[in-house]
């Protein structure tokens, strides 16, 4: 594919049109003797309700309603860290981000050179793994992978953190700077823009010069969008004009956040964001999601291309999500399902077939498992998560049904953690100082899926509530303020000291 056939199907969506072989050529003897070659396609901020395979009719996500209606789509995955880097090292390391202390974006992986990754176990079974673009990895480490672009990753990281005083709801500085005309706008570029339009050819490029004699392979493809600045071309902004839905808050709600979703509010100047403002920044998320499934409709085609496409496994999914404006919030951070919820599509229609869904429970960290499972290799011992396999080769197979996510990062006066259990949500708030007791979080997802309703002081949830804590201690491995106490102690030293 040329350069200049490259960027006219990037903007035009007919790269989607192109997907169907992935689908239809089964696979010759040779290469099913081989193992599959895994791109993960990773955006950043991604709300899976802004999608059409998961059930949005406005918003137009060709590419990915055509991977879904091919693959399998998981319809509750959750991230295990609403932040960027937290969420990023999770999944480099294969656990959860108190293990790693990843608490925050100003964070690194422990013992860096030789801490055990993803990209180191997929080596060890015979596999290339490469880095393109992002993944908020600090300039001098790449955790075994092979990185197709180092100019993408260059990020100082400090380790240093701090917490905000529990009493400190003052506005501070206006409305957020996310929000001004450089940053919330009807234009045709933007650092976004201009960093996933190279990822993409980049990715594409690689494909080309690849083939199947060169040995299986691990993609991680790094794109941006639809993470802010919400900029999107007129044309992905001209379908949503006046046609998304304001954010649902009902009345006397705001005041009954828990504390560190106020800090939130206050913390990133989004308390008392205009109408307007939230109606145009909703309108170019809606916008720069249409733009970004196009350029994964591109790097497909190029797939489509090549001789190794039937025996290539597609996973796509996201970081993290994007609140948008619901519940007050804007951004990541929360434990909403907006923020901690991510999407989920595996695509390999020579063994699964397409248009299938499964309801179960899972995170980030089962995801990795199923990468190590896919390519034929043992996970470490003490990694986190479960393989999904069993549950992708059967609908009907016995799951954990369970997720666990956790915030320590920045804005709030204590961090957090989360447990979801089948239609349950529990998420523990540690006491930011002796002066008060912890906050607690319980939600019918159900009954509640805007979570609107905290049932956690209800008497007859008291059981319910006591179980559910006792499963994410367990599992976390630690009481959630002891991992709040271990936290403070290294942000204020950070790397340095």
Not at 38 to 45: F, G, P, Y
Not at 283 to 288: K, M, Q, S
Request: hydrophobic share 35%.
């Amino acid at each position: 594919m040329k350069r200049r056939t490259f960027l006219k199907l990037a903007g035009s969506g007919l790269a989607t049109t192109m997907l169907g072989p992935l689908a239809s050529r089964p696979l010759r003897a040779a290469q099913a003797m081989r193992p599959p070659n895994i791109i993960l396609l990773l955006t950043d901020e991604h709300d899976p309700r802004v999608t059409g395979c998961y059930g949005n009719k406005l918003v137009r996500t060709p590419a990915l309603d055509r991977l879904a209606a091919e693959g399998v789509t998981f319809d509750h995955c959750y991230c295990n860290s609403p932040l960027c880097v937290p969420s990023r090292l999770s999944h480099t390391s294969g656990k959860y981000i108190s293990r790693v202390s990843a608490w925050s974006n100003s964070c690194r992986l422990p013992d860096p050179e030789n801490i055990d990754t993803l990209a180191h176990v997929l080596s060890r079974f015979g596999y290339q793994p490469y880095l393109c673009g992002k993944n908020h990895y600090d300039k001098r480490y790449r955790y075994g992978f092979i990185d197709l672009e180092p100019s993408f990753n260059r990020s100082n990281k400090t380790g240093r953190g701090n917490r905000r005083e529990p009493d400190d709801l003052a506005e501070v500085g206006g409305l957020s700077k996310r929000f001004n005309e450089s940053n919330l706008a009807v234009r045709d570029n933007s650092s976004v823009i201009s960093h996933d339009q190279k990822v993409t050819e980049t990715a594409v490029r690689f494909l080309q010069q690849r083939t199947a004699d060169d040995g299986p392979f691990y993609l991680h493809v790094g794109l941006l969008a639809p993470h802010f600045p919400l900029v999107a071309p007129q044309s992905y902004w001209d379908p949503y004009r006046d046609q998304v839905p304001m954010p649902q808050i009902p009345d006397g709600f705001l005041d009954r956040l828990p504390l560190n979703y106020k800090h939130l509010r206050y913390g990133f100047n989004v308390s008392n964001v205009p109408d307007e403002t939230v109606k145009l920044g909703r309108e170019l998320y809606y916008g720069l999601t249409q733009w970004v499934d196009d350029q994964i409709g591109t790097l497909l085609a190029a797939l489509v291309q090549t001789e190794f496409a039937e025996n290539t496994v597609i996973i796509y999914t996201a970081d993290h999500g994007e609140n948008a404006g619901e519940h007050g919030l804007w951004w990541k951070n929360s434990m909403y399902e907006q923020s901690a919820g991510i999407p989920l599509i595996m695509h390999w229609p020579q063994r699964w077939a397409g248009g299938q869904r499964r309801s179960g429970v899972c995170s980030m960290l089962d995801v990795v498992r199923t990468i190590i499972d896919l390519a034929g290799g043992q996970a470490p011992d003490d990694w986190d998560g479960s393989t999904l396999l069993p549950l992708l080769d059967d609908a009907q197979s016995q799951w954990a049904d369970f997720a666990v996510s956790q915030y320590y990062a920045h804005n709030i006066a204590s961090g957090y953690a989360m447990l979801v259990q089948g239609n349950w949500k529990y998420v523990y708030h540690s006491p930011p100082d002796q002066h008060y007791k912890p906050e607690m979080e319980l939600y019918d997802l159900a009954a509640d899926p805007m979570e609107f309703d905290n049932l956690s002081s209800q008497p007859q949830q008291a059981q319910r509530l006591a179980h559910m804590h006792e499963f994410l201690v367990r599992q976390i491995g630690e009481h959630p303020d002891e991992t709040e106490a271990r936290c403070r102690a290294q942000i204020i030293k950070g790397y340095d000291a």
